[in-house]
């Protein structure tokens, strides 16, 4: 049997000392970097800010300081949970360990196709910028194929291994910094047509409709959008040295770090556009694209195209590792059919090769179904986001849900005595997103239309659960399972200690 679709042990069956077969290449800054990139407030930023902007004008940046205060509770809460269980796969592991088989393979379940979307939505909101880069014209086929382009590329890059992945996001970071800092201070000295005054004030954005919080609600995409990827620094759990104390630190520095950035992209770009009144109106398209070229003109406009290109691929390539490395914990565990073809590995690369080729493809094949539908970015980008926050709270209740049974933390990072405080402001603020985010706001459109969101993640849970308890899937695997909660002891049978590390 060839190295490259050879079956990889299990962990504690073989491989790397821990019982991993992942080498440990990752270092803390390309961990980091691996969240920051995954995060990315470039491609955060530059995909929504039209959208943002037109919605709920100025103030919509406001969007970015609620969404990283409630996601930084929730990185805290996994800044714990991967302390004492640095498995490779992320939020599934992490389930399994805290409630139990089934409810990490809904986890589990509902984050890969989340992760799938994602990637989609990434790639596809290059797709512009990648036409004005490269002088053709961007239209909706074009921005397909150069989303499918994205992918295959990204993927080809995720198969070169550990080290290369490594690489890749730090070269992502610095495109970000650059993406971020630089054209910020460009803009900010040589294109500022406004006062910070502004940001409170909404030039007209949504008169009419009600009060102003509802419009601010809708144009909050934007926040939300940003703060998701600070999870991929614990997907790869088995590459990185000292995880417990590794991870929970680039977890809440992809937070603050990623956040501020992306707030004073926002900025720069919010205080350069000229006239708020008529990007709200629709009579400037893309904000964005406008001001760069008004800005730096059409070279220096190329240039920035061409880093922002670099941010875009870095986000794509971080996305697939975290799915690619899912999948593979899935098919480690044999939780799901064809788990034998998912769970192949190649050892000289140290990468989930079959994993990793589900994560190109089937993105891929969803950028195709987008020629089916209107609005196809909001819609890809709102499933992703509401996908990824349901299965965020899975694993915050889970932890909740554990604490209140006795579950005492015993990683090398740890919460103390504001455990509990967190845990619950977390799950409070991720119900309060996922509301949000699924509201309907669009009465005048066709139902289905204006509820594809919520029918989307239905379809999700619905196939899920139904999948779940046909094959049974779910209880295959011998992998720890409900052991952070202490059983209670009896006369027979002795107290079971809740264990730490990567089992």
């Not at 054209?183 to 954005?205: N, S, Y």
């Amino acid at each position: 049997m060839s190295e490259a679709t050879a079956p990889a042990p299990r962990p504690g069956e073989g491989g790397a000392e821990d019982g991993s077969e992942f080498r440990k290449d990752m270092g803390p800054w390309a961990n980091f970097a691996l969240g920051f990139t995954y995060l990315s407030p470039v491609v955060s930023t530059y995909t929504l800010f039209g959208a943002a902007l037109a919605e709920g004008g100025p103030p919509m940046i406001w969007a970015f300081l609620l969404a990283g205060a409630g996601q930084f509770l929730v990185a805290l809460v996994f800044g714990e949970v991967v302390a004492q269980y640095p498995v490779a796969g992320g939020v599934y592991p992490w389930a399994r360990r805290l409630w139990g088989k089934r409810w990490a393979w809904m986890t589990g379940w509902v984050y890969m196709w989340a992760l799938l979307v994602t990637i989609t939505a990434v790639a596809y909101g290059a797709g512009p910028y990648i036409a004005i880069l490269f002088g053709f014209e961007p239209t909706v086929h074009t921005t397909v194929a150069c989303t499918v382009v994205l992918i295959i590329v990204a993927v080809l890059i995720n198969y070169l291994g550990t080290a290369a992945l490594s690489q890749a996001a730090l070269i992502g970071f610095s495109a970000e910094l650059i993406g971020a800092l630089v054209v910020g201070v460009i803009l900010l000295t040589t294109e500022r047509h406004h006062g910070l005054g502004v940001l409170f004030d909404d030039f007209g954005a949504g008169s009419g409709d009600g009060p102003y919080i509802w419009v601010f609600l809708a144009a909050a995409i934007i926040g939300f959008y940003q703060y998701y990827g600070f999870e991929a620094c614990g997907d790869t759990a088995e590459e990185v040295k000292h995880p417990g104390l590794v991870i929970p630190r680039a977890m809440r520095r992809t937070i603050y770090v990623g956040g501020a950035a992306a707030t004073f992209t926002c900025l720069t770009l919010l205080l350069a556009v000229v006239d708020y009144r008529a990007v709200i109106a629709g009579e400037v398209a893309d904000p964005v694209v406008e001001t760069l070229y008004r800005a730096l003109g059409e070279t220096g406009a190329r240039v920035v195209m061409g880093v922002v290109l670099i941010s875009f691929l870095s986000c794509t390539i971080s996305l697939q590792a975290a799915a690619g490395r899912l999948i593979y914990s899935y098919g480690r565990d044999e939780m799901i059919v064809g788990h034998r073809y998912l769970r192949r590995f190649a050892h000289s690369r140290a990468v989930p090769v079959h994993a990793l080729m589900v994560s190109a493809v089937v993105p891929a094949l969803i950028a195709v179904a987008s020629l089916l539908s209107t609005g196809a970015l909001t819609k890809i980008v709102s499933f992703a986001i509401i996908g990824i926050y349901g299965c965020f709270q899975m694993v915050v209740l889970a932890a909740l849900r554990a604490r209140l049974k006795g579950w005492k933390p015993a990683g090398e990072y740890r919460l103390g005595r504001w455990g509990l405080l967190v845990n619950a402001g977390a799950l409070a603020y991720g119900i309060f997103a996922i509301v949000n985010i699924s509201w309907p706001r669009t009465p005048e459109a066709p139902w289905y239309d204006n509820y594809v969101v919520l029918l989307g993640a239905g379809i999700v849970v619905g196939t899920g659960l139904l999948y779940m308890f046909t094959t049974h899937h779910y209880g295959r695997s011998d992998a720890p399972a409900g052991v952070a909660v202490p059983v209670k002891p009896s006369a027979d049978v002795p107290p079971r200690p809740s264990p730490g590390g990567s089992e």
